[in-house]
């Protein structure tokens, strides 16, 4: 084999005369390409891959080099277009001049592959490209289930931070690509660490398309202690919500009740408030026993859940207007043994006018009617009382304040405070741990003082 540095086969200037293919493979080798790529690569001058995927073509008998590195590729490949040879038909540089550089990868290069590296760096118009099947559609091909709505993750890149971002969406399908550093027990890890209420079930597909092809149904716990072939794609499939099962009530903290205890919905995965900022919004809300407690825009119930469990003497409505979301809060609530939870189905502000007045009022969410509701809320709280926000948004944070400012001037007796709330939480991935942002939240604390 010869050194990439010293090519044998010297192109013409043209810039443009040779072209460049990428020929994607598949474990199943150079049977698995189709007819014109396999033409592709036996016209080859010179043929550029991996030590592997060159072994699939040992008759080839133009220039080969074994490059792990694209951008030595890369660099070869302009030296090539570069030089400007003699042109000598005795030497056969004319009959040669015409045959392409090869390129092979693996799978589809356009799919977390060497593609988007070498449209940036070469001339598009210069790269044809002839992909393999990618491994991805493979495993949903083998799982016989549709994958047009799944989402991948890359073993490159920022890996942690996408699966992070899917894992907290809920979203229903994930492909992640697995290699030596992000093994699935780097990703089981993660998703222990961030201890998230939706759950997946989890498949292994290792050596898809090969003699060797393996795909197994594997647990969480299974992720961690087992061994896989480097080159695999763990597909993960969310999991509809468990049954109505009790808790263990007394494993349970008194304050600050972990996120994975409440079950979310198919469709509304994120509906939890934090347990950090649900602590904090409890600060604010000052709470005592015997209260009537609206919890405006419930999502799943977290809010309302813990109130109820710290003053089971206080009665806590949970109003959302979902109806996924109030399947959620009823879920919830049974599986805590509640009894001083109500789970309202409604729109505020409309529904609220039916409620008993309330001494607090927690405001999750308004749905875009958000100066309605506080004008309802501050009409029907008690003398007292208080409304508490968590607002993510900076357009919500300046209603609020206007309105405040409107209120102010009418009734001096009412005031406010504002808390930003910026938090992470540390996850262990693997042999190292980093931090994982929480939404920065705003908690706006609104109080009618006695007259």
Not at 249 to 278: H, M, S, Y
Not at 281 to 287: E, F, G, I, P, T
């Amino acid at each position: 084999m010869s050194s990439p540095h010293e090519p044998r086969i010297l192109m013409p200037s043209g810039r443009g005369v040779v072209k460049v293919h990428v020929v994607g493979i598949g474990l199943d080798g150079s049977a698995g390409l189709s007819e014109s790529a396999r033409q592709v690569v036996e016209m080859a001058a010179l043929l550029i891959g991996s030590e592997r995927l060159l072994s699939y073509f040992p008759q080839h008998d133009g220039e080969r080099w074994a490059l792990e590195d694209l951008t030595e590729a890369i660099l070869e490949i302009r030296r090539w277009w570069a030089t400007e040879p003699e042109l000598d038909p005795s030497a056969g540089t004319v009959e040669t001049r015409d045959r392409p550089i090869v390129i092979l990868v693996a799978g589809d290069p356009l799919f977390y592959g060497w593609g988007k590296l070498l449209i940036a760096q070469l001339p598009p118009e210069k790269l044809t490209f002839h992909p393999h099947v990618s491994s991805v559609q493979l495993a949903f091909n083998r799982l016989r289930i549709p994958w047009q709505d799944a989402h991948c993750v890359g073993s490159q890149g920022r890996y942690f931070e996408e699966l992070t971002a899917k894992l907290k969406l809920g979203v229903e399908k994930i492909a992640v690509l697995a290699d030596e550093a992000h093994t699935p027990a780097l990703l089981a890890s993660l998703v222990k660490a961030l201890d998230l209420p939706t759950r997946y079930e989890f498949w292994v597909c290792e050596n898809l398309g090969a003699a060797e092809e393996r795909v197994s149904h594997k647990s969480l716990e299974a992720l961690l202690r087992e061994s896989f072939a480097p080159l695999s794609v763990v597909v993960m499939l969310r999991e509809p919500p468990p049954r109505a099962e009790p808790l263990d009530l007394e494993k349970l903290p008194l304050l600050g009740i972990p996120d994975a205890a409440f079950i979310g919905c198919g469709d509304k995965p994120g509906l939890t408030v934090e347990r950090e900022v649900r602590v904090l919004v409890l600060a604010q809300l000052a709470l005592q026993s015997g209260q009537v407690v609206w919890d405006v825009g419930a999502g799943n119930g977290s809010v309302s859940i813990e109130i109820a469990r710290l003053f089971p003497q206080s009665e806590v409505y949970a109003i959302e207007q979902t109806v996924s979301g109030n399947s959620a809060i009823e879920f919830n609530y049974g599986r805590f043994g509640l009894q001083n939870v109500f789970s309202i189905h409604g729109t505020a502000p409309e529904i609220l006018h039916r409620l008993r007045p309330p001494h607090r009022i927690f405001i999750g969410g308004s749905g875009g009617g958000l100066t309605k509701i506080l004008g309802v809320c501050a009409l029907r709280l008690l003398p007292g009382g208080s409304i508490v926000l968590a607002l993510d948004a900076f357009e919500d944070i300046a209603t609020v304040l206007s309105w405040m400012g409107d209120r102010v001037r009418r009734e001096p007796h009412w005031s406010y405070r504002i808390v930003q709330v910026q938090l992470s939480r540390s996850v262990a991935g693997g042999n190292s741990t980093r931090f994982d942002a929480l939404r920065p939240v705003s908690i706006v604390t609104i109080d009618r003082h006695l007259n």
